[in-house]
């Protein structure tokens, strides 16, 4: 799965916590934003694309990587998501899970002190949670004293990877892409029920976007999907090629 941290207006997060409901083993890795390039004794602007903070990136807008700017709840070092815009902030690891465990996200939460309005919110999603809003008045607080607040919410997890693609769907969409490709030109006489607009050009573009997104899952969904593939071709090989219909054609 991916835990994804949504857009934040005006406020700052800090120390992402992820752990299975009564293991109490913190499951996020760099959770407090230490270990990344550093943003100095001030802060660093970071754009959509940044990979500046070790194991999360800028998927929108922009954030401030905070260095000795304010006080951090941990460490040194916080983040600020809302920079010269509204910025996203997603964790670029992998986390397994198991199906009907619950996991607790926890993460501390605090308000720039230097903007209005000073109620700040956030919104903090994880696999397929939906949005969960959480909200800090920084009424009070200074740069030397933020304040700090643990907000968690509680996440039940529905499959073994949380993560809402599912390779073996993309690899059938474009295996069948592929093959209208093979079909348009070995067989062009086929009589065919229905036309779409576009040519060969819809198929083609619909393997391509099917390989990017597979590409864009982890690593261990990629193993476990030829693992699977390759039990499967077994079967199909030394089973199922030698009984099926086709085979007695």
């Known amino acids: 799965m ?17 752990f299975s409901f009564g293991a109490q083993a913190n499951l996020v890795l760099n959770g407090s934003f230490e270990t990344g ?3 100095g004794a001030s802060y660093t602007a970071l754009g959509t694309g940044s990979t500046a903070i070790a194991d999360w990136s800028i998927t929108s807008g922009s954030i401030d990587y905070i260095g000795g700017y304010w006080q ?19 964790a670029s690891q ?3 899970t198991s199906i009907g465990q619950q996991y607790l996200v926890s993460f501390w939460m605090a308000g720039n002190p230097d903007g209005t309005p000073n109620i700040k919110t956030v919104d903090v999603s994880f696999g397929s949670s939906g949005a969960q809003i959480f909200k800090f008045d920084d009424t009070g607080f ?14 039940t997890a529905t499959g073994t990877l949380s993560d809402l693609s599912n390779i073996g769907t993309l690899f ?15 067989d062009p006489g086929r009589h065919r029920g229905f036309r779409a607009p576009g040519g060969i050009a819809a198929p083609v573009l619909s393997v391509l976007f099917c390989v990017l997104l597979m590409s864009g899952l982890p690593i261990l969904t990629w ?8 039990i499967g071709l077994t079967i199909y090989f030394l089973y199922s090629r030698h009984r099926s219909e086709f085979a007695k054609r």
Not at 6 to 12: D, E, L, R
Not at 72 to 90: K, N, P
Not at 172 to 186: H, N, T
Not at 223 to 230: N, Q, S, V
């Open 2 to 18: 991916n835990l994804k941290d949504g857009i934040i207006s005006a406020a700052t997060a800090l120390g992402f916590i992820f």
């Open 37 to 39: 390039t550093s943003p």
């Open 72 to 90: 951090a709840h941990d460490g040194t070092r916080s983040i600020d998501l809302d920079g010269t815009s509204a910025g996203t902030i997603r």
């Open 94 to 96: 992998s986390i397994a």
């Open 142 to 155: 200074s740069k030397t004293n933020m304040g700090w607040k643990l907000e968690s919410f509680l996440y």
């Open 172 to 186: 059938a969409f474009a295996l069948v892409s592929i093959g209208v490709i093979i079909l348009r030109y070995r």
């Open 223 to 230: 193993l476990r999907f030829f693992a699977w593939l390759a």
